[in-house]
Every structure is written in C-alpha cells, then in structure tokens.
DNA sequence: CATGAATGAGCTTTCATTCAT
DNA sequence: TATGAATGAAAGCTCATTCAT
C-alpha cells in the first residue's frame, strides 16, 4: 500500500526519529535518513510535519512523556497499599529507569536524554520540557520519601527535598556515566537508599 | 598586527572553540564561528589544525586535561597534611569542581563536559579520554576515601569502590542539572559526605 | 519548466560534463560549471549523481563506450560480405574514428580520450577502462586483418598482432597530435594500409 | 644551510614539480606539495617564480626541452659518418626516445609529455611550445630520412613528409599506450623502418 | 633568501525545505 | 498522501598568493 492513514505513517517517522536522535544525535540525523528509516521518501516528510525541530517537539511529547507516565502510574499503584516498604519501591523505581518500561529501548531513552541536555542550550521548548519534567520527578520522588517519612520508614533528619535531588541526581549521574563506561554497575545506587532509610542493614 | 605568532592564535582559535563547543555543540559550531571568534579568517584556521576533529582533540587536551591535573595537584596537598580532615578536603574538592580552577569559566566547562558525553558516541578518541578521565577520577578519590578510613574518618561498613562511583556520579549529575536548571543547589551534595563520615553530626 | 524527468536531466548533466572534460579537463570543470552548462543549480547535481567521481564513470559508460560499440557493429557489417575489400574496410574504419559516429563531437571525443590517459594514473577504474578499451580494439582490428589475410588480401610475412598494434598506434598518434596541430593529415595514416597489403599500388 | 644560492634551489624546485607533474599532474600538484620535495617551504616558492605557471614554463624550457637537443645532436653525429646505415639510426633513435637520454627518468619524460598535450588546451604557451616541438621534430627526422634517400637506403616512392609524420605519429602512439598497457612492446615499431627501407628482410 | 601566518576565492558535498506531479 | 527533482545556504577543506619577520 503506498497510501496509508497519516497516523501510521506519522508514528513510523517518530520511531525512526527516536532511534536516530539516540543513535547520532539531533543535527547529525537527517529528514532523508529518518524517511529511510520509516520505509518513505524524504518528500513526504512534510505532510506530516512543518519543520525538523516540530517532530523532536512530537518525538519527546509522544515518545519521552509516555514513558515517564507508565512509571508514575506504576510506582503509585504499588505505594497505595497500606503495608507498602517504601525501600522496596525505592529500588523497584531505579529498576525501571535503568530498564526502561517497554524494556525495549532503555538505551535509546538514555542515549536520547543526553541529547536533549544537549539540545537544551539551542531550542528554547527543550530546555522548557526539560524543566518540566524534572519538577516532575521532584514532585514525584517527593511524594514517595514523604510516604516513607509517614510509614517511620525513611529518616526525618534530613530535608525532603535534599534526599529527592541526591536520588535523582545520583540516577541521572550513573545513567550519563553508563553511556561512556558500559562496565559501571548502576545497582550500586541502591545504597543510597538505604542510607535514607531508618531501619539500616 | 595581522601577523602573529603561531602559538598565539593557535590559543586564540582554542578559546574561541571551547566557548563556542559549549553553546552550540560539535556540530553546530562552524570553522568560520571559530576563526570569526579569533579575529582571524577561515582559510588560515588550516594554518594551525589539519581538521576541525583535531582542534577538538586539542581543547581537550590543552583546556580540560590541565583542569584536572590543577585539582588534582591542589587537593593532594591539602591531604599529606598530618592533621587534615577528610571530610573538610572533600568538601572543599567539590568546591574546586563547581567553581572551576581559574575560576572564569566554570559554566562552559560544564557545558562542555556534556558535549563531550554526546560526542563520545561518535567520535573515538573522545570515549576514550572520557573513559580514561573516568578512572582518573575514581583513582583519585578511592586514594582520599582511603586515606580517610586510615585516619578513622569515613565509614569502613561500605565498600570504597562503591562510595567513590556514589560520589562522582552525584557529582555529575548535579552538574548535569545545572546546565537545565540553575535554581539547582549543588552544594546538597555535602550531605551524602557526611552519611559516608563516621563522626556524624 | 522546473521539473523535469530524472533521466532527462541526467543526459543534460552527462552532455555538459563531456562538453567540459574535453575543454578543462576533471580537476578543472567544476560541479557549479557542469550543472550551469544543464541549466541546473549546483545543488541539484546531488539528486542524480553520487559524487563527481560517479558522473565521470557515466560519462564514460554511456559516452564513449557506446560510440565504439556502434563503429564495431558498422565495420562487422560490411566485412561480412564475401567480396568485400579489406583494404577498404580499413580505411572506412579510419574514416568512422576520425569523424565519430554521430559526427558532431569527434574534436570532443578525442579530447576527453586524452584527458582519461591523463586520469588513469589517478583513478583506477580509468585505468581498467582504458585497458579493455585497448584489449577490445587490439581484438577487433586482429578480427579484420585476419580476414583480410583468409581472403588473401593482408601480407602474412608479419604477425597479425603487429600489424594491430602498429595500426592502433598509429591511429592514436595521429589523434593526439592533431590535438595540438590541426594542420595534421590524419589521412596519410592509410599509408600504412597499403604497406599491408598484398596488391600494393 | 639555510641560505643557498637562487640556482641550486631553483633546480631543486624545478626537479621536483617536473616529478610531480608526471605523477599527479599540473592542477593536482601543489605548491606546497613541489617546495615539499624541494625541502623548502612555500613561501619561499615566490622568491624564485612569480607564479604557477612561470614555472611550469621554466620546467619545459630547462627540461624538456633540453633532452631533444641532446637526442639530436647524438643522432647528428652518427649520421654524418659517410658510410653510416640509416635503418640502424633510426633504430637507435626509438631507443634513445624510449630510454630517455640520461636513462633516468623516462617514464617521467612520456607521462609529462601526455599532461602537456592535455594542457595545451588551457595554456596558450604550452600549445605553442607543443607546436614548436613538432616541428622540430618533422625537420629532424626529414633530414635523416633524405639523407637516407641521397644514400639509397631508403625508399622514393613514398612523400618523405609523409614517411616522417607516420614514424612521428607511430613513436607517440606506442608511447601513449605504453602510459595504461605496460605490456605493450615498444620496439615492435621498428617494423616501420623496415618498410620504409629499401633493402627490406 | 627563507619562513610561515594570513587571506579569499573556490572546491565538493550536505541538507532542510519547496513544489509540480 | 507520496514522490523525487530542484533550490540555496552553508559546511569543511584546499590552494595560489601576499607579506611581516
């Protein structure tokens, strides 16, 4: 079929897309190797979007958000209940950053990520989706460790806000190392959780 | 003066790389951006580099290499002192990174560092400097880390290898923050320096 | 019209180039030169060919291969007659080099003939043409002089493949020179022929 | 020695692009790349030539031109000895330009001589020194003809010019091919010497 | 005489984007 | 919707030439 709906055509160009903005990054991927990718020719391209900078907005709106939502869901449904260990759901979260959600592509969502930083510096939205989302994982992580606080789980003597940034940052800082030094071992962090938690091994 | 020493404008172009390395990227920045940045034309960037990948290979080594080695030299001192405080001298190394040694241009070492991260996935020499850079670092700190279990100063219950890898990748992924958000409080980090000291406050 | 067919204006890039590899030579047309020549922005020189070095394989191709295939048809044609005159066969295929085939760019063909001599050294897969081309025409004459022999016609006191080369040397060393003397008398190369033949005049 | 006299450098500089010149040809070799095999440096180029094709010219003067003066005079003298055999001057004559004269560099000397017939076309002075040659040589070789003539030993019933332009044209045909088909016998021209001879095997 | 820094024009090639079909 | 020819700007790089030292 050489006509399809413009939906399906549009998702092909958005993986594609995702695999190489993660792959060689966002001025080094071109509209002809992308439409390889999605099985169409570089002309078409433009039904489906105005500019190259509107599909990296489509790729983290469809692609990026999504994945982070599946988390939240998730992590929350797993905090809901009542005899819930706090630690626990701790490292199952790491587990699913460093897997990723699909488990399919974690190396691309990590490889992508690093590009947005990147990319943040240029293009203004990113920068702003960037700032989003990372008070989106404040206010997430906030709301676990306060439950942990009120479950006598998790240590009062530090400041909330301190221990959620210590996590993310220390996440984000194995993740980034991961992508040069293939033999750094991310499970190490778990430590850190447990040095926030009151009943210590 | 339109002639000048080849050193000199070999600086030049080097300062005016590094800037621009870290607001626009690799890719992004133009040999004419570069030459344009060093009051010079184009065509005599050739005069001092074969290739634009060269010129990267020298900011690393003449601009971020010497950084290193300032810090490194600097805390080394500090540390063969008889009575030094391990948690004091860790402190003040992650003063030294945030701020930068000359301190000018902090912010575009930052900058740069990621730039470099992206990088590494295309271009060889630059994964292996990272790589190389890596266990530099993590040499450098199981040595202070040590130092501060012989004088009974950090904890012995966790493994050093583990602290260090804990400690470089708060480190940058604070750093990492920053470069999206600037409202971001690196000096939190001194928290988990002390959750790895014995004498807690 | 802006659009027009991929193959047409193929031929119009392949038309210009030969026109200019006759006049300037490889180094010297340049992309800008040959796509003024189609009537083409430079730009556009891309959609049809890889790479300069591609064209010039085209150009070869579809230019000077097919001109020898057509005097190779024509020659065959009239030497398979029974009472046909080998003498003058020769000298109706003396005739075809010099004037070409289609008869308008005969000064072009030997031009770039000699610009792929030149380019030869440089590029291997000229060098290979070149010869195949030689291989091709050392065979076909051997074919004719054969014949000529079996009817009785061409000397058999010196060996076929001498009389080859020397025709062919010949042949080229009249091209060339009228090159650069267009005073030249290619036609006294019939000489030769004659000194061939049996029934000498 | 830094500082040498102009002559020597001169000499080196031109030794060098006439090695170039055969190997790369004009538009190919750089200044930069004949002051390489000079052992100087660029700059100092224009202190002996005012341009690129200044020295071309100076490299077709002093060496070009300078091994067919020798070729002449060694052949002249041979054939002034009253009882002289001008089927073996000729034949030592396709040797010496098959050779070359001082042996050294004769595949030089033929890829050379093919670049400037290419170039001809471009540059006004080497079509006319192109010319020049010719003539030279159709003089030369119509006095050894005649005077084989005034001998006996060569044949009457053919245009001594015409004799003259075939064995010319024969000697660049041969040496062209000899450029791409290395297993091409040169001597085998001799043949045409012996056809022209009046006392044939 | 020699050096090498500097220049500017020109090269091949890439690419986001437009548009007739 | 899809195609691919066409465009023009910009990229990295080369090179003949100039000139202060």
Redesign the pocket.
């Known amino acids: 079929?050489?006509?399809?709906?413009?939906?399906?055509?549009?998702m092909k160009i958005i993986d594609s897309a995702f695999q190489l903005l993660a792959d060689k990054g966002y001025?080094?991927?071109?509209?002809?190797?992308?439409?390889k990718g999605a099985?169409?020719?570089?002309?078409?391209?433009?039904?489906?979007?105005?500019?190259?900078?509107?599909?990296l907005y489509e790729v983290i709106e469809s692609r990026l958000d999504r994945d982070f939502g599946h988390i939240v869901e998730e992590i929350f449904k797993e905090l809901s209940v009542d005899t819930c260990n706090v630690q626990i759901v701790l490292k199952r979260l790491m587990h699913l950053v460093h897997t990723g959600t699909g488990g399919a592509d974690r190396e691309l969502w990590t490889a992508t990520y690093y590009q947005m930083v990147v990319l943040s510096k240029k293009i203004p939205f990113v920068r702003e989706w960037m700032l989003k989302q990372y008070h989106a994982w404040v206010d997430f992580m906030s709301k676990i460790l306060t439950r942990g606080q009120d479950l006598g789980q998790i240590r009062t003597d530090i400041d909330v806000r301190v221990m959620v940034n210590m996590l993310i940052s220390l996440l984000e800082g194995y993740e980034l190392r991961s992508m040069v030094d293939l033999d750094v071992e991310v499970y190490e962090q778990i430590k850190l959780i447990e040095l926030f938690s009151t009943n210590q091994p």
């Open positions: 079929m050489k006509y399809k709906t413009g939906e399906e055509t549009k001025d080094a991927m071109s509209i002809e190797d992308i439409m099985g169409k020719t570089k002309g078409s391209f433009y039904v489906h979007f105005k500019t190259k900078e509107e599909l």
